[in-house]
């Protein structure tokens, strides 16, 4: 018998709707992402939480090259100050 200790996994379910919600473009009014930001709201969490602000910027503005545009960088910093309030 092992002693071994399992933690059950964190539902980031609403923390992942935030974060697409912010990645979309947040304003008043706006309850949900859209479809397509939805979907990536599992993936920019996970760039999030390792605190790669250009890179999680790069995934939301979807440049291959040459930088994010500075919404998308704006939104990224958005993103990143939402995720760490949810750690505290």
């Known amino acids: 018998m092992s002693t071994a ?3 059950a996994p964190k539902d980031t379910t609403a923390l992942e709707a ?3 919600l912010i990645a979309c ?3 008043e009014g706006k309850t949900a992402a859209c479809r ?3 979907a990536k709201g599992h993936g920019l969490l996970r760039i999030a939480r390792t605190g790669a602000l250009d890179a999680l910027a ?3 503005c979807g440049a291959v090259r ?3 545009c500075a919404d998308c960088v704006a939104k990224a910093e958005q993103i990143h100050l939402a995720v760490e309030e949810e750690v505290r």
């Open 18 to 20: 935030v974060v697409a």
């Open 25 to 27: 473009g947040a304003r």
């Open 5 to 7: 200790l399992v933690l």
């Open 36 to 38: 397509a930001h939805a």
């Open 58 to 60: 790069a995934a939301i």
């Open 66 to 68: 040459g930088g994010s």
